[in-house]
């Protein structure tokens, strides 16, 4: 099947991380480190193995330190070759000059909005989108967006990351309505985006990755708010079932929610785990706590 590459990606930095007060009163989520690199790191060095060229970031007032992050840093860098130091902890820290493209997203109006503020950027192609509070850590070496590419790239069309989880859960995220299955891709009917308790029609959820049609900007360009107030992502693609192929991933590998205190703190303990430098102490002292 004949297809548009997937090369660029959209990652809406501009929430306000609220729920990671205090800490986030100065320090954009996004930054907060798993181990020892932010979550935006994880989500771009997701980006780039899918062959992802240019990365677009959506913010907000305060989140400027995403686009620094992501610049050179003199100081640093000098210092460290004066000292005779080790640069290599911060390959993947510059984007090339015109890889990166930061827009503001100027009122907390959803998801929805966020990514129409890309519209210009994305013009008339295929693109993806990665929230980076939601941390996918791939098994075998492949991350969640390269499985999607590779899914995308046979079936073409519209793909979400799709999840299994416990049926009492799925009231808090957008839920897939599914088709038929074959191997890791399931046939998307519909989207639902926080479904009452009960309600849910299967336990497959979005959990923060998808493929997208540029098609999906008009549809935003005129939708109203939904769930919570807000103009939902979820609403606009439930719009494009049936007019193009549409398909949920099964990702193969490891969840964790960051945007929890307790996924948050999962994640850490997950990658210090398995870390040389530091996977037998943090062993030993989460086995010492245990028996406290």
């Known amino acids: 099947m004949l297809t548009k590459p997937i090369r660029k990606a959209v990652f809406p930095v501009a929430g306000l991380g609220t729920r990671f007060l205090p800490a986030t009163k100065a320090v954009p989520k996004e930054l907060l480190p798993v181990v020892d690199r932010p979550l935006i790191q994880y989500a771009v060095d997701e980006a780039r193995e899918a062959g992802i060229e240019q990365m677009i970031f959506v913010t907000g007032r305060g989140k400027g330190a995403i686009e620094d992050y992501f610049d050179i840093a003199y100081e640093a860098e000098a210092t460290q070759r004066e000292r005779g130091k080790d640069l290599s902890a911060l390959d993947g820290t510059r984007l090339e000059p015109g890889n990166a493209v ?61 999840l299994e989880i416990p049926m009492d859960d799925t009231p808090n995220y957008g839920v897939i309505d599914p088709g038929t299955r074959d191997g890791a891709l399931t046939q998307v009917n519909g989207l639902i985006e926080k479904p009452a308790q009960g309600t849910a029609p299967s336990n497959l959820i979005v959990p923060g990755r998808y493929i997208l049609q540029p098609e999906v900007m008009k549809i935003l360009e005129t939708q109203e708010k939904g769930a919570g107030g807000e103009i939902q992502l979820t609403d606009a693609m439930a719009a494009m079932i049936g007019s193009q192929p549409f398909h949920g991933v099964t990702f193969e590998g490891r969840r964790f929610d960051c945007g929890s205190k307790a996924g948050y703190i999962e994640a850490n303990l997950a990658l210090a785990l398995e870390r040389p430098d530091l996977g037998e102490h943090i062993r030993a002292f989460a086995t010492e706590e245990l028996a406290r």
């Open 102 to 162: 930061f827009i503001r997203q100027q009122e907390p109006l959803g998801l929805g909005h966020a990514i129409w503020c890309a519209r210009d950027i994305i013009g008339d192609e295929p693109f993806a989108i990665l929230l980076p509070d939601e941390f996918m850590k791939g098994a075998r070496g492949n991350g969640c967006l390269k499985q999607m590419v590779d899914a995308y790239e046979k079936v073409g069309g519209n793909l979400v990351c799709a």
